[in-house]
T-cell receptor, first 113, second 112 residues
Framework: NAGVTQTPKFQVLKTGQSMTLQCAQD?????MSWYRQDPGMGLRLIHY???????DQGEVPNGYNVSRSTTEDFPLRLLSAAPSQTSVYFC????????????FGPGTRLTVL | AQSVTQLDSHVSVSEGTPVLLRCNYS??????LFWYVQHPNKGLQLLLK??????LVKGINGFEAEFKKSETSFHLTKPSAHMSDAAEYFC??????????FGTGTRLQVFP
């Protein structure tokens, strides 16, 4: 199993540009999540999904959209990038229950100029 | 409401000495608690988890943590630090929801 994969690893955007961060998992997990990591703030939940077709907002959802058309994929969209969205983004998945281990992808480092 | 507080942003130890990373939590219900480790420029890896079974939880790489309900604490310990333990450590709380609440992290430095 590849686990959780994320692309790209690095990205530089200009203010106002849009892009999609890709996340895929091959473990048939129902739960998938997106976090952003900023210095001194730990990881904060952006959006999550409990299964295909179901998504919900986390702690910091503004400026981001998600969809979950398949169990495997959970892309994160930035519609109009802002410098405040400069961060490291992690996708995670877990099977069965949130009380189980979350498997994290390697992260995407995004810089918005 | 749930929250988690990591009491130290940085901890420095010498190789071979004990490690103590402190975590206090707040939860209205019986929580699940986790410790994750993040090595530089890497993703997060689960060290151990507590889900209402034994209060002393053993994890990977010689780490363990004790759930103390009376103190609302879940401190991470290791008897003898190794250079490879240098990383950032996150304490995480959840209670049967779809969300994990992360602490702000503790950076562990290990000196030779």
């Amino acid at each position: 199993n590849a686990g959780v994969t994320q692309t790209p690893k690095f990205q530089v955007l200009k203010t106002g540009q849009s892009m999609t961060l890709q996340c895929a998992q091959d473990m048939n997990h129902e739960y998938m999540s997106w976090y952003r990591q900023d210095p001194g703030m730990g990881l904060r939940l952006i959006h999550y999904s409990v299964g295909a077709g179901i998504t919900d907002q986390g702690e910091v959802p503004n400026g981001y959209n998600v969809s979950r058309s398949t169990t495997e994929d959970f892309p994160l969209r930035l519609l109009s990038a802002a410098p405040s969205q400069t961060s490291v983004y992690f996708c995670a998945s877990t099977g069965g229950s949130i009380r189980n281990e979350q498997f994290f992808g390697p992260g995407t480092r995004l810089t918005v100029l | 409401a749930q929250s988690v507080t990591q009491l130290d942003s940085h901890v420095s130890v010498s190789e071979g000495t004990p490690v103590l990373l402190r975590c206090n939590y707040s939860s209205s219900y019986s929580p699940s608690l986790f410790w994750y480790v993040q090595h530089p420029n890497k993703g997060l890896q689960l060290l151990l988890k507590y889900t209402s079974a034994a209060t002393l939880v053993k994890g990977i790489n010689g780490f363990e943590a004790e759930f103390k309900k009376s103190e609302t604490s879940f401190h991470l310990t290791k008897p003898s630090a190794h250079m490879s333990d240098a990383a950032e450590y996150f304490c995480v709380v959840s209670h049967n929801t779809d969300k994990l609440i992360f602490g702000t992290g503790t950076r562990l430095q290990v000196f030779p």
